[in-house]
């Protein structure tokens, strides 16, 4: 079956995809009620964006996830987020210019070169709590065998006692 799906003007498609960036960067186009003249205001922030925090939500029901909140360079991202946030909208060249010779500096040492892949694995998982994330995955692996335990047992009967390991 073909969906008859109407082309769009060439204007059309350059309005929606304007408005699409707009919103995408935090603000919003309101047009005049007198003279019909559009003009940008910036959108109220809650933090952080919906498309982040999205983002953010999907990560953290991961085994990766979880293993990030769980490391110590998360919390230091976390602490420098909004120190960060403000230079960037201060000054957003500098700020490209520093990330570029950061790579560009990382490009030249290439530090992973002088480390082991030994030491690198180690050092990612010595830094995180690891027995923390094994029993997070644990748990919910046996929560989700007792959610279907419970549903296997009719109602008014009660559930099978389970002994701690």
């Known amino acids: 079956m073909i969906d008859a799906v109407k082309p769009r003007a060439a204007k059309a498609k350059l309005a929606l995809s304007r ?7 935090g603000y919003e186009e309101v047009k005049s009620a007198t003279n ?6 910036e959108l109220p922030r809650s933090g ?15 085994v990766v996830g979880r293993w990030w909140l769980r490391h110590p360079l998360n919390s230091a991202l976390q602490l420098g987020q909004p120190l960060l946030e403000r230079y ?10 520093y990330g570029a010779g950061a790579g560009a500096l990382l490009w030249i040492l290439k530090p992973w070169k002088l480390l082991s892949a030994a030491t690198l694995v180690t050092l990612i998982l010595r ?39």
């Open 19 to 25: 408005a699409e960036l707009v919103a995408a960067m």
């Open 36 to 41: 019909g003249a559009v003009s940008v205001v």
């Open 48 to 62: 952080t964006g919906a498309g982040a925090s999205a983002v953010a939500a999907r990560a953290s029901r991961s």
């Open 88 to 97: 960037a909208q201060r000054h957003p060249g500098k700020l490209v210019a």
């Open 127 to 165: 830094s995180s709590d690891i027995s923390g994330m094994i029993s997070d995955v644990v748990r919910k692996a046996t929560g989700a065998a007792e959610d279907n335990l419970a549903a296997s047992v009719p109602v008014g009967h009660p559930l099978p006692a389970t002994t701690p390991s």
